[in-house]
């Protein structure tokens, strides 16, 4: 029931920016780690960055410096603001999230992911 829906993506400009968000719902607990992955066409799936409930940072090190990821506990979303983008930043993202919920038997936990949503950087 828990859901993670992400938006953002789009055609933009070598050298642009761009803002991905990705929105947590349903009965959820708690979130522990999120993140933010993407494949190109042709390359396995890479984790770009991510982030713990604490505020600690990762990031795949092509982006490092261009990109960064952020979080709101409060509103159960994750963004990864993109700048400076090349071609080579072409890909699906996708958003995950490790997700804690309450049951009758105890805490649950399950990494959800997102649809994907694709970034193209182009003239």
């Known amino acids: 029931q828990v859901q993670l829906v992400e938006s953002g993506g789009g055609l933009v400009q070598p050298g642009g920016s761009v803002r991905l968000s990705c929105d947590a719902s349903?009965?959820?607990?708690?979130?522990?780690?999120m993140g933010w992955y993407r494949q190109a066409p042709g390359n396995q799936r890479e984790l770009v960055a991510s982030i713990t409930r604490s505020g600690s940072t990762t990031y795949l090190n092509s982006v490092s410096g261009r990109f960064t990821i952020s979080r709101d506990n409060a509103k159960n979303t994750v963004n990864l603001h993109m700048n400076s983008l090349k071609p080579e930043d072409t890909a699906v993202y996708y958003c995950?999230?490790?997700?804690?919920?309450?049951?009758?038997?105890?805490?649950?936990?399950?990494?959800?992911w997102g649809q994907g949503t694709q970034v193209t950087v182009a003239s």
């Open positions: 995950n999230a490790d997700i804690i919920t309450w049951e009758q038997t105890g805490m649950r936990r399950v990494a959800y």
């Open positions: 349903g009965r959820i607990s708690s979130i522990g780690a």
